[in-house]
T-cell receptor, first 113, second 112 residues
Framework: KAGVTQTPRYLIKTRGQQVTLSCSPISGHRSVSWYQQTPGQGLQFLFEYFSETQRNKGNFPGRFSGRQFSNSRSEMNVSTLELGDSALYLC????????????FGSGTRLTVV | SQQGEEDPQALSIQEGENATMNCSYKTSINNLQWYRQNSGRGLVHLILIRSNEREKHSGRLRVTLDTSKKSSSLLITASRAADTASYFCASNSGGGADGLTFGKGTHLIIQP
């Protein structure tokens, strides 16, 4: 069974640009969650999607958005990038979500310069 | 924001010894999970313990949960060099609202 696939693995963007990250969950999993990991704030919850609907959202500004497609693949978008958005972005997939065990991808490391 | 705190922040032990990490959380939970992360890569789910459970085992892992003290501990027995990683506890308050709330992690180093 293929794991959670995140693309790209690394990304360098300039302040003010926007970026789109992609996540393909484990086949059959309908829940996709996104987390941001930084040295200062640690792991923080961004949002969770289930069957194409955003079910939960963390405390992040509106510049952070996401969506989920009918095949459960998910994308997250960050607009008007700031230096502080530099982080490892992790995607997690689960059969039904709701706080049960998740399988994480290897992450996308975003550097904003 | 971080809900939990892991203790210690870093731990270095000899191979073969046992490693114990502690985690505290602030609000009532539905379950608590432990994850391992190697060198800034993805997290690997280790074990989940529900709020009505007090202890759980999985291979060399033993997790305890004390809901009255809002704390949990992870014990790794007979440690191996491959256990070197960061370990995070993550609490779920129920229903998935706010997702998982992670602690800051314990960085474990196993000396060969």
């Amino acid at each position: 069974k293929a794991g959670v696939t995140q693309t790209p693995r690394y990304l360098i963007k300039t302040r003010g640009q926007q970026v789109t990250l992609s996540c393909s969950p484990i086949s059959g999993h309908r829940s996709v969650s996104w987390y941001q990991q930084t040295p200062g704030q640690g792991l923080q919850f961004l949002f969770e999607y289930f069957s194409e609907t955003q079910r939960n959202k963390g405390n992040f500004p509106g510049r952070f958005s996401g969506r989920q497609f009918s095949n459960s693949r998910s994308e997250m978008n960050v607009s008007t990038l700031e230096l502080g958005d530099s982080a490892l972005y992790l995607c997690a997939s689960s059969l039904y979500g709701q706080g049960n065990g998740y399988t994480f991808g290897s992450g996308t490391r975003l550097t904003v310069v | 924001s971080q809900q939990g705190e892991e203790d210690p922040q870093a731990l270095s032990i000899q191979e073969g010894e046992n490693a114990t990490m502690n985690c505290s959380y602030k609000t009532s939970i539905n379950n608590l999970q432990w994850y391992r992360q190697n060198s800034g890569r993805g997290l690997v789910h280790l074990i989940l313990i529900r709020s009505n459970e007090r202890e759980k085992h999985s291979g060399r892992l033993r997790v305890t949960l004390d809901t009255s003290k809002k704390s949990s501990s992870l014990l790794i027995t007979a440690s191996r060099a491959a256990d070197t990683a960061s370990y995070f506890c993550a609490s779920n308050s129920g229903g998935g609202a706010d997702g998982l709330t992670f602690g800051k992690g314990t960085h474990l180093i196993i000396q060969p």
